[in-house]
């Protein structure tokens, strides 16, 4: 290496992973090549599109799936505030608040919101949230919500265990354990609405994966830090989505970003796959082995790709799973040899599932509740957004076109994500194996059995077909015929979910080539999902890599995804959990805890069907107990401390 120069670093794709791990190395002196095999689109998984149907003369915002950026997502969301925008804001400015999480029934009942701004909304729209609470409660009351008192009292304990499990007990026994398990989801007297909301509903939205198949360690924790994130009037929204569509709003202004900023130290190269990895084997004793060089091809018009060698001083692989599976069997087996944790990536990649959205074009406008949508018993897990209310100052600037003589008013992207699964109108065959005009025909056929509760008038209504300019309709560009079969569709971005023991499977960012880091949604983080946080954490983990490697300092700090103590309340109870686990003991629940907890909640579900005048003041003098509680929790933790300490 030229020491009179900075290291090079090659990044092999272009995703949320591969841009990450260039901004954390260019700002700190490294230069960068980023190779990209798509021509015209950065970000990966997470862009957006813009398509022009084959009737029309225009183009149109369509998402490659919907966007979610949960309150406790910690990395992905600083790298977003280093991002500049005019007028001394950052990309992270364009995430707004979504107010509601909403559960569709295709059996005629009404739509059930979820308020997702608790605590804050209690001081600032105390009114308007006492309202909706007790809209929630009735709705469980009268059967609406078929979730019996015992169901529900069965869920509060298993939140309640989660808050006051330790980690140890997580990453052993929760990580072998399904949610639908952990839940006793299948348990006829808890309703049939339980498995259907509080387990499969949960999954689909939260960590995009399914109940009997996603571990607790990860869907349990993901829904204790979103139940803090929605309770904690100190902490900012629950959930958030961007005001644009994804490439207007990130991803363009990143990307340009990082040319403006950083010039010549970043080169970029699109619309070229990297085919092998050259390694250069050892030769000393004691040396370890490392890449001398990748190969690209590169196509020079209309010749045949001819292969390309580029060297840098370190390489990063920011690419999925399928794909570096591929290239590791194909092109560069002796990485099996070299590396043998490398070796689980095709037992990892089978985890795979499809999770890709469609996006209809409406011709009225969706007064209903902002917020993801699930509809509850859709055989294809079907969630969805209407993206229209997000997107207002940008489609006042870009306003969306008329069709044959119609406005387009409303963008409802949606996501399905069980293509095994039979069909209603075609109950002969799975989502894969429709034509792409039975796929929307389907989809929309499912939407359509909802009711839908227009916010303005208060009515139920559910949409028609003549409500969809279905000529328009987008299926996600990553769907394609499958070559092999006509008859089938294949799809190009599996991704990659959650499952029972597969955290063992996950490899590290760093690998036992000294040179060769990786950074993508299926390395070992603090969060085993598939999505944009994780994918930032394995990137910046990757990058510390390159510092340790390169005797730099300055490592990227990542986010711990620790559950939160309820202002050291749950503390006290983990400890004790943990010397049970030490002991080989199940979890206990900590009664004098779980008591008061328990009793908070009756107390608070019955205070708020009372008048405003009364409501209020008992919840200010709730929290006041609240505090004396935490008070004396406090202080047993300090005695608990010394006397282990002495």
């Known amino acids: 290496m030229d020491s009179n120069s900075s290291p090079k670093v090659i990044i092999i794709g272009g995703g949320v992973a591969g841009l990450s791990a260039a901004h954390e190395l260019l700002k700190r002196g490294f230069r960068v090549t980023i190779i990209e095999k798509s ?40 790298t977003m505030k280093e991002i500049p ?53 009735k709705a469980f009351n009268d059967g609406s919500i078929d979730i019996t008192t015992e169901g529900r009292k069965n869920f509060t304990r298993a939140v309640f265990q989660l808050y006051t499990s330790c980690e140890e007990r997580f990453m052993s026994e929760y990580e072998r354990i399904p949610w639908q398990e952990f839940i006793e989801a299948d348990k006829p007297q808890y ?35 979103m139940l803090w994130q929605i309770f904690n009037p100190w902490l900012g929204e629950a959930d958030r989505v961007l005001n644009a569509p994804t490439n207007e709003a990130w991803l363009i202004p990143w990307v340009d970003f990082l040319k403006k900023e950083y010039g010549q130290k ?16 050892q030769k000393l004793k004691g040396e370890r082995d490392s890449l001398d060089f990748i190969t ?89 957004i209407s993206q229209t209310p997000y997107w207002e100052d940008y489609l006042r600037e870009k306003p969306l076109p008329e069709f044959r003589g119609q406005r387009i008013r409303a963008v409802l992207s949606v996501v399905v994500s069980n293509w095994d699964a039979k069909g209603i109108l075609y109950p002969e065959r799975t989502a894969k194996e429709m034509s792409f005009d039975q796929l929307k025909k389907e989809v929309w056929s499912q939407i359509g059995r909802c009711a839908f509760l227009d916010v303005k008038t208060k009515q139920p ?14 299926v996600d560009d990553s769907i394609v015929a499958d070559y092999r079969n006509p008859s089938r569709l294949f799809n190009k971005e599996p991704l990659l979910v959650n499952s029972v023991t597969t955290h063992t ?32 954490e394995a990137a910046k983990r990757a990058v510390n890599g390159i510092l340790l490697q390169a005797g730099k300092k300055g490592f990227c700090k990542t986010a711990t995804y620790a559950l939160p103590s309820m202002l050291g309340l749950f503390i006290l109870a983990r400890k004790i959990d ?53 008070i004396f929790n406090f202080i047993v933790l300090v005695i608990v401390s010394l006397i282990r300490l002495l």
């Open 505 to 536: 499977l996950r490899p590290d960012a760093h690998t036992r080539l000294d040179n060769f880091f990786l950074a993508s949604d299926y390395v070992k983080t603090n969060s085993d999902l598939a999505d944009m946080d994780t994918a930032n």
């Open 191 to 225: 309703g049939k609405d339980y498995k259907l909301l509080l387990a499969e509903g949960l999954t689909k939205n939260l960590v995009a994966c399914h109940a009997d198949k996603a571990s607790t360690r990860t869907g349990g924790k993901i829904l204790a830090l």
């Open 578 to 630: 943990e010397r049970n686990f030490r002991h080989g003991l199940p979890w206990r629940p900590f009664n004098l805890l779980y008591g008061f907890l328990n009793y908070s909640y009756l107390f608070l579900t019955y205070i708020i069907k009372k008048p405003l005048i009364l409501a209020i003041p008992a919840i200010i003098l709730y929290l006041a107990v609240l505090g004396v509680v935490l």
């Open 461 to 474: 209504f559910t949409l028609k077909e003549s409500d969809c300019l279905h000529e328009l309709s987008f």
């Open 296 to 384: 690209y091809d590169y196509k020079d018009g209309e010749r045949r790709p001819q292969p390309v060698k580029i060297k840098g001083d370190y390489y990063i692989a920011a690419i999925p799973i399928e794909r570096l599976r591929s290239m590791i069997k194909k092109r560069s087996p002796e990485l099996y040899r070299i590396d043998p944790t490398l070796r689980l990536l095709p037992r990892l990649a089978k985890h795979t599932e499809w999770m890709s959205g469609i996006v209809f074009y409406l011709n009225r406008e969706l007064n209903i509740a902002n917020g993801h949508i699930t509809i509850t018993d859709s055989p294809w897990a079907i969630t969805m």
């Open 85 to 137: 925008l005019a007028g001394g804001k950052s990309v992270y400015d364009n995430l707004v608040p979504v107010p509601y999480y909403t559960f569709l029934f295709t059996d005629g009942r009404k739509p059930v919101d979820i308020p997702l701004n608790i605590g804050r909304s209690l001081f600032f729209k105390g009114k308007k949230l006492i309202g909706e609470l007790r809209a929630l409660i």
């Open 266 to 281: 970043l080169e970029i190269i699109t619309g070229e796959r990297v085919i092998k990895l050259e390694i250069v084997p």
């Open 39 to 78: 021509p015209d689109y950065f970000g990966g998984k997470a862009r957006s599109v813009s398509q022009q149907p084959e009737e029309a003369d225009f183009l149109l915002p369509a998402e490659h799936g919907f966007r979610f950026f949960p309150g406790f997502y910690g990395n992905i969301t600083q």
